[in-house]
Structures are given as C-alpha cells and as structure tokens.
C-alpha cells in the first residue's frame, strides 16, 4: 500500500500544536470536518476515524477524495522535539492507487495539500504560541 507522508519543525510546544491539529478549519484552506451531513459546505470532507489526545494522533478518511485513490487513512501525529518549546508535525496518508498515478500524487497530496497546509498549521501554532508568550510578559 503507498505511503506519503511530509514532516514539518513548530516552534511552538506540541501541545499548542495538538490544541490547533483536530480544527481544520483553523489552519488547512480546504478540509472541513463531516459533521451536518452530505449538505456540508466544503471543498473536501473527511471524517475522523480515530483520536488520540495522549498519543497526539489524529487519523481520519475521505469518503469521496479528489485524487485517484481508495481506502484512503491520514494520520497527523504531534511529538514533542528535543528543544523544549518546540515540536514536529508528520502527516502521513497510505491508500490504493494505480502505480502510474504514484508520482503525481507524491506531488499533488504531498507537497500541494500536507506540506503547504503543515506550513499553515505551524504558523497558526506559533502565533498562538507567541501571542501566549507576550501575554505572560505583560
């Protein structure tokens, strides 16, 4: 079963980072969670498969992907970095697709949908983090 899977550094602490990882409407520009039924207005749905608040992990699947794939699961996991105050973020998907469509879909769902929305969410993350900070300061 193909794998892709994209890793981002936070400079944020992981639990700021989880606090923003299950909201997609937060910080993904296209994903919104199945919740009020097939009439639910977005550009992709996906439905939570599991949540793991201890282990930070999030998986869920899309019902109807826009990529020529099935049996599609994404997991997002939220690990704590060595360096305290910071994070990493992997997301990862496996599915069945054609062999032929591999390539393109390492570029399309790798870096146009996890890389470029993992950029999102650790920038979501470290300016809650930091607008945290300066609170305390003040």
Do not use: C
Request: hydrophobic content about 40%.
């Amino acid at each position: 079963m193909p794998r892709i899977s994209r890793r981002t550094f936070v400079a944020a602490p992981a639990e700021v980072v989880w606090s923003l990882a299950g909201d997609f409407a937060e910080w993904h520009p296209k994903l919104r969670i199945y919740t009020n039924g097939p009439e639910a207005s977005a550009e992709l749905v996906v439905t939570i498969v599991s949540k793991d608040d201890e282990a930070r992990t999030l998986s869920y699947s899309m019902p109807e992907p826009p990529f020529p794939i099935k049996d599609h699961r994404a997991t997002i996991l939220v690990e704590q970095a060595a360096h305290e105050g910071t994070s990493y973020v992997t997301w990862s998907a496996e599915f069945t697709a054609d062999e032929a469509d591999l390539q393109e879909l390492e570029d399309s769902l790798g870096d146009d949908v996890f890389k470029q929305a993992l950029d999102r969410l650790a920038t979501a993350a470290q300016d809650s983090y930091g607008a945290e900070q300066v609170a305390k300061a003040t």
